[in-house]
């Protein structure tokens, strides 16, 4: 969004850089909105091609990796499940002395 703000700034500023150079006739006006309208269709031109380019990240678009991820069961984590998950809560009783 900086990069369209920082396009729209350059392309107003070639329109008032225009519209100074121009001298002062009755013309200069059309020229100034010429120039602006051949400012605006290059930069929309431009964001129009990089549009095309990149590609957008869609719902399901990554599913393949998960499903692939979780085709297998992963390996316990800690080294006293023998390839059980381990409950929150501990499952023997401490007893006080």
Do not use: D, K
Not at 18 to 39: D, F, H, N, R, T
Not at 81 to 92: E, K, L, N
């Amino acid at each position: 969004m900086r990069l369209l703000h920082a396009w729209l700034l350059a392309s107003a500023s070639a329109a008032v850089l225009a519209y100074s150079a121009v001298p002062s006739a009755p013309g200069s006006m059309a020229l100034v909105g010429i120039a602006a309208v051949a400012i605006a269709v290059i930069v929309a031109t431009r964001f129009a091609v990089l549009a095309v380019g990149s590609r957008e990240l869609v719902i399901g678009a990554r599913a393949r990796q998960h499903r692939h991820a979780l085709g297998r069961m992963p390996a316990p984590q800690h080294p006293r499940t023998a390839g059980r998950p381990r409950t929150r809560a501990p499952t023997q009783s401490i007893t006080v002395t």
